[in-house]
């Protein structure tokens, strides 16, 4: 009297004119399947109904066949211990529709649910002592499962080909995803990014931008601040826009594209992820060649007294309206020795003109200026011996674009100066007429102690 029977899957999946049916999802879709279930006895019963899978071409038996998710006859619904947790999630759903018709829902399909899927129900009957026993058993085969994973269809291209470009130029960049992919919406979400690495390094490189899974726009470090759009310009077609591209730019450029399938809820997870070939980018050098020299006003400084350094700057090519920027940087001397640590910023004149002051060894005033249209100083006021070490002058070129973006076009380094406060003549007298000065007093007084107590001992006997 048991009868048990697949019920149409519903608008999920692709169901193919065989039997039994062969149904196709995307990995992180939704897979739908129907039971049909009824008894005829005339006798009081209950009946269970389990949904259960076995891998895919394994005979089908209780031995090969895994539980997904049950109605008992109880009316208690429970998972097998496989899928415990994505009932407790929400992920996994049970629900009986009208008199005979029994539905489960596995939401986020994943490449583990692909087999062979079954409906068993059971009918149970009470005994007068009132425990439960079941009578009969049937089985029916719902449907042979494929899951489409989302690692084997992504698939990305790019172009236009190998670019070459001059400084300044815009640079666009298309990335095309292909395959046969579920559409962004409740089930799937993508992101693309671009990434470069310089000609000849190792590895993927940095982030140059990205669109997150909402669509909202970043850019990688190091590129804040400049003119660079990352858009969606068709369905499945992205476009990176460098507004001025600089020599900096040039390198090796990948598309990334990572697809993730959403669980229950709001929940994210990264199921594949696929870069496209390397895309080589030329930018053209400005060609600019700087020269600096450097040295000490005077050549001998002394202790209390202003020290200046000046610093002249040549330059060689660029383009017109190329401006300078320099940087004063000191090393400090141990035991006669640069010190290991890296050099130390005392202060500079951006390509603006705006002075920039950093920390001087002694911690006296710095003034840094522009004395000339290629010649900048640096003066350390009232030396000490703190400010001994070694100076250089580091000069760079600056180029601004249209989209009022500068970037550094060449830099220089000037050769080192050596600062060393000397001390005056009469401070070297000083200290030997202190000591001279104090050994006289001591040595005065010890003698008049001496004399006084000897006139006093014969005053006595007298």
Known sequence: MLQVSAAPPGPRGRQAPTSPPRLSVHEGQELALGCLARTNTEKHTHLAVSFGRAVPEAPVGRATLQEVVGLRSN??????????????????????????????????????????????????????????????????????????????????????????????????????????????GPHAAYSVGWEMAPAGAPGPGRLVAQLDTEGVGSLGPGYEGRHIAMEKVASRTYRLRLEAARPGDAGTYRCLAKAYVRGSGTRLREAASARSRPLPVHVREEGVALEAVAWLAGGTVYRGETASLLCNISVRGGPPGLRLAASWWVERLEEGELSSGPAQLVGGVDQDGVAELGVRPGGGPVSVELVGPRSHRLRLHSLGPEDEGVYHCAPSAWVQHADYSWYQAGSARSGPVTVYPYMHALDTLFVPLLVGTGVALVTGATILATITCCFMKRLRKR
């Open 75 to 184: 009316l208690a619904v429970e998972a097998g211990p496989p899928y415990a947790e994505r009932l407790a999630a929400g992920e996994l759903r049970l629900g009986k529709e009208g008199a005979d018709r029994y539905r489960m829902v596995v939401g986020g399909a994943q490449a583990g649910d692909a087999g062979t899927y079954h409906c068993t129900a059971a009918e149970w009957i009470q005994d007068p002592d009132g425990s439960w026993a079941q009578i009969a058993e049937k089985r029916a085969v719902l449907a042979h499962v494929d899951v489409q994973t989302l690692s084997s269809q992504l698939a990305v291209t790019v172009g236009p080909g190998e670019r070459r470009i001059g400084p300044g130029e815009p640079l666009e960049l298309l990335c095309n995803v292909s395959g046969a992919l579920p559409p962004p």
